[in-house]
């Protein structure tokens, strides 16, 4: 079933007196439940694709379709609304609070959805639970590796219980142990069903999912499925 649809999307930015076509012409479908690397070199959309399927930008022309309704022309709160009920974010620093634990981390976008107390705790200690860390829930951010505080990342993106999640180069400040570690979990919370996106310029990561979308000049130039490498998650 389509969780995601894109017709003819572009976008345009003006910079001096010139305009740039960051998108152009972009059709594609994603199923619920696939994982798809979105993959390219500096300059060729990828990043913009992600800020509009992430809802946290519109696109000059075309449609954008998130599971069923169209989000192409929504409203600034309207859009914050889809990102904070269907969209998880993974980014590449993990933006944690520093003076804050990973419990306290995770349960933010409870914090600012209204959620009660006690029900923040419980919701935040399962997330945390999810990724390997229920014994870290007390930690500060200063007292875990790199590898766990992108786990507290994971749980705080998925504590809304998002239907997509969506991750900007997640391995790219983790050494290579560590960023095995995290495509090990991204493809285990894709085989419980969860739609994954990861946009990396890295051929070994883009290899975890089984479709990639290569970008060049704002236009999808591949869209291939491909072996899942065999790994234990």
Not at 6 to 21: A, F, L
Not at 105 to 128: D, F, H, I
Not at 137 to 155: D, E, F, K, M, T
Not at 217 to 231: K, P
């Amino acid at each position: 079933m389509a969780f995601l649809r894109c017709h003819d999307v572009h976008k345009e930015y003006i910079v001096g007196t010139e305009t740039v076509r960051a998108l152009d012409g972009v059709s594609v479908t994603i199923d619920r439940g696939e994982f798809v690397s979105v993959m390219g070199p500096s300059g060729s959309g990828k990043s913009t694709f992600m800020n509009l399927i992430g809802c946290l930008d519109r696109p000059s022309s075309g449609t954008i379709e998130l599971d069923g309704e169209s989000v192409s022309d929504l409203t600034s709160e309207a859009l914050a609304g889809v990102r904070n009920q269907k969209i998880g974010f993974v980014f590449q620093q993990f933006n944690l609070l520093g003076r804050t634990t990973a419990l306290d981390n995770v349960a933010l976008p409870l914090l600012y959805g209204g959620v009660e107390g006690s029900e923040r705790a419980r919701r935040a200690g399962e997330a945390l639970a999810r990724v390997g860390l229920d014994d870290r829930a007390q930690h500060l951010p200063s007292q875990l590796s790199g590898g766990q505080q992108q786990r507290v990342a994971i749980a705080r993106a998925l504590v809304n219980s998002p239907d997509m999640l969506l991750a900007d180069e997640p391995t790219g400040a983790l050494d290579t142990a560590t960023g095995t570690e995290i495509m090990n979990l991204f493809q285990a919370l894709n085989g419980a069903g969860l739609t994954v996106i990861v946009v990396t310029h890295e051929a070994e990561v883009a290899d975890y999912a089984r479709r990639i979308l290569r970008f060049r000049d704002g236009i999808i130039t591949a869209d291939t499925m491909d072996e899942v490498q065999d790994v234990a998650v």
